[in-house]
């Protein structure tokens, strides 16, 4: 390392790779910098505006030279809306970027060696826009919606996603019309005033059906009639409206408490030839027509012959559990929300499915009763949020050796941290599969199947 910037000093830059947040990475003689706004390949002029021991942060001044797969970004927010990270540079490099960062982390976390093969290139949307089913709208304190900006707090007023659903403009459109007609106080998140927090929604991408949560700090509201009479009127494919009571000082979105006010208690959506059922508290994958391209890789893994015991663990409302019951001997899904517990219950029913076991607990607990009954799986699958697996947890599988792990992951940090326990454990990594469920951002999914060595 020669020697550290300083803060105000302008440098310049050839961006030479990009993290997993979404910025360009410049090395001077080994020194990292970080800069906003900048694509591999690009040579870039940055002012200085952090300097730590090991790296520093820089904002961009000028691009010097630009990468070839810069683009003009679709959504006229992207500068300064925090959603999608990468909407400037072509799509088919966005997938190759999402590969690299799941080998980067296999080799660096993971300390897995000749991963580069076994790594396929990322599968993508043929349409990458309108693809998520569920959107968390803020409020801003003039009453308009819209979504934080860029590492901050404050939100920026927008009337239009090129992510979200279709339905999502008018949703808009409509929610802020009656919050200003209405005159209904905004919650500040410093004086934890105010009554209206922000609108969840959730759409069936197969059925069209809308579920729309209002996030209240109150116990009661005043308005539930004429916000019901507003939305039928004009927003009419919504066919279930809940409250969310949250008076929690916290940056959680929805609390637990739920109030239906209008409609059904859930909305239907369906994957493959598969109905699934979904309350407001329970997870559904946000990019349904990716999560069949996801799924349909677990099938293809997990090689069935209609006699297997599968372990599906962090199973949701049992959409992994349902799609392979009926090329499995007996699948035990196992999920923590109670929620997700009844709704994947319910699921197993609107889909005439009777060898599945839903069974609500940690996946780290329940796998030991299972085995303490002397059930043990063929298959185990894991798809735990972006903690990754608890440690109990991948012992057990270790200790209960079934044929296969089928690893999901949306976090390629953890999931590298737990295939290095894996894979000294006694399994080998047979196939990674990036797949792009969130295209415009820097999160990725991967699924990898992992057999027990010989
Ligand atoms: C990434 S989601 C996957 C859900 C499901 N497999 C799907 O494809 O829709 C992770 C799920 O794990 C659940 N969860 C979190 N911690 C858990 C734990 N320790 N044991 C069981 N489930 C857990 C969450 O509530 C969530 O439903």
Avoid: W
């Amino acid at each position: 390392m020669d020697r550290l910037y300083k803060k105000g000093e302008i440098v310049t830059l050839n961006i030479e790779d990009i993290s997993s947040k979404g910025e360009g990475i410049g090395k001077y003689n080994g020194y990292t910098i970080f800069v906003e706004g900048v694509l591999p390949d690009e040579k870039i002029r940055a002012k200085i505006t952090k300097v730590k021991s090991n790296y520093a942060i820089g904002s961009l001044d000028k691009i010097i030279e630009q990468s070839k797969n810069r683009r003009t970004p679709p959504c006229v927010f992207f500068e300064d809306c925090g959603g999608c990270q990468i909407q400037n540079l072509e799509y088919k490099e966005q997938l190759k970027i999402k590969r690299k960062i799941i080998v980067d982390a296999l080799e660096r976390i993971g300390n897995l060696k000749n991963i580069q093969d076994k790594v396929k290139s990322t599968l993508g949307m043929k349409e990458p826009y309108e693809y998520r089913n569920k959107a968390q709208y803020k409020v801003s304190q003039d009453a308009t919606l819209g979504f934080y900006k860029k590492k901050s707090h404050e939100i920026i007023p927008i009337n239009h996603c090129k992510i979200q659903s279709g339905q999502s403009e008018s949703t808009m459109k409509y929610i802020n019309e009656f919050i200003q007609k209405n005159n209904i106080s905004i919650y500040n998140e410093e004086t934890h005033q105010g009554i209206f927090r922000g609108v969840v929604e959730r759409v069936s991408n197969f059925n069209n059906e809308v579920m729309l949560i209002f996030v209240v700090n109150v116990k009661k509201i005043k308005f539930s009639k004429e916000l019901i009479e507003h939305i039928k009127k004009y927003l009419p494919n919504v066919v279930s409206i809940y409250i969310n009571i949250n008076m929690n000082k916290t940056n959680v979105v929805l609390s637990k408490t739920n109030k239906l006010i209008y409609g059904k208690e859930k909305i239907t959506d369906s994957i493959g030839t598969l109905k699934y059922e979904i309350s407001p508290l329970s997870f559904f994958q946000v990019n349904p027509i990716q999560t069949k391209v996801l799924y349909d890789k677990v099938v293809e893994f997990a090689e069935l012959t209609g006699v297997e015991t599968v372990f599906d663990l962090y199973c949701g409302i049992g959409t992994i559990s349902l799609y392979l019951a009926k090329n499995s001997g007996r699948v035990y899904g196992v999920e923590v929300v109670e929620e997700a517990i009844k709704d994947a219950q319910d699921n197993m029913k609107l889909n005439n499915v009777d060898n599945v076991e839903f069974t609500l607990g940690k996946s780290e607990e329940k796998i030991v009763e299972l085995l303490k009954q002397g059930i043990k799986a063929d298959i185990v699958i894991v798809d735990p949020p972006r903690k990754g697996c608890d440690e109990k947890l991948l012992d057990a599988i270790i200790t209960m050796s079934p044929q296969k792990v089928i690893y999901i992951s949306c976090n390629p940090a953890t999931l590298a941290r737990d295939l290095k326990v894996l894979n000294v454990g006694g399994y080998n990594i047979e196939e990674v599969q990036p797949v792009d469920m969130f295209a415009h951002t820097m999160h990725v999914e991967t699924i990898v199947a992992l057999y027990k060595k010989d």
